[in-house]
């Protein structure tokens, strides 16, 4: 499998080619275009798993591609402008918060993980972690950096896409109180310890949203 990233930062298209029999998992609507010979299957990873994906932010379902006969080729796009990264699983594993996934080898397992801190953190109760050894191709809002931490780095939550599982993390509040936090408009913040990278994107969804539903008329 080759994963080509088009058109970044802004506009990216994730352009994979498969071999003959190869696949790919892709989150459910991803999907741009492919080429005929490419069959696509959908499943639900069983109730549990599906109903995991709905709490972590992703959809129910995911498709699978699948090239017969000849190499094929599928185009993945994000559903807000951005950035695509494609990353190694195996000897290192990551987390990611619950939008940026957009598709995966078969060999790599997204999975759930419940908790406090990724509520707190704004990616949702749940946070979504890689297992097995493989790809996947993670999606931003804006573009997509690699920071890297040797000790600890302090992120805005709103701009956090995925870090490296060795990394460890706490929540906290931007400045010296909750008041001063709430008036300095950075909110919460995660404080990354260890070694390891995290995946930056360069705009905030939410402030994003805030910002254009400012400018709307109101409904009538």
Not at 101 to 125: M, N, Q
Not at 160 to 174: F, M, N, P, Q, R
């Amino acid at each position: 499998m080759q994963i080509n990233v088009l058109y970044k930062p802004s506009q990216s298209l994730a352009q994979v080619w498969l071999a003959p029999g190869e696949a790919i998992v892709a989150e459910s609507g991803a999907m741009v275009g492919m080429t005929p010979n490419v069959v696509m299957t959908t499943q639900s990873g069983g109730i549990m798993s599906g109903l995991k994906r709905i709490f972590g932010g992703e959809s129910f379902f995911r498709n699978t591609f699948t090239a017969q006969g000849n190499q094929g080729e599928v185009l993945f796009a994000t559903p807000l402008c951005g950035d695509m990264v494609v990353v190694d699983v195996g000897q290192k594993q990551w987390l990611m918060q619950n939008g940026a996934f957009v598709a995966c080898s078969p060999t790599v397992d997204v999975a759930t993980r419940a908790g406090a801190k990724g509520f707190f953190s704004g990616a949702g109760l749940f946070v979504l972690e890689t297992r097995g050894q493989g790809q996947v191709v993670l999606g931003s809002f804006g573009a997509i950096e690699p920071v890297h931490v040797d000790g600890s780095m302090v992120i805005d939550t709103g701009h956090i896409v995925a870090w490296e599982s060795s990394l460890t993390y706490d929540v906290g509040k931007s400045g010296s109180g909750w008041v001063s936090s709430f008036l300095s408009g950075e909110g919460l913040v995660c404080t990354f310890k260890g070694q390891g990278v995290v995946y930056i994107q360069s705009r905030n969804a939410s402030e994003y949203g805030q910002a254009i539903g400012g400018m709307l008329p109101p409904r009538e």
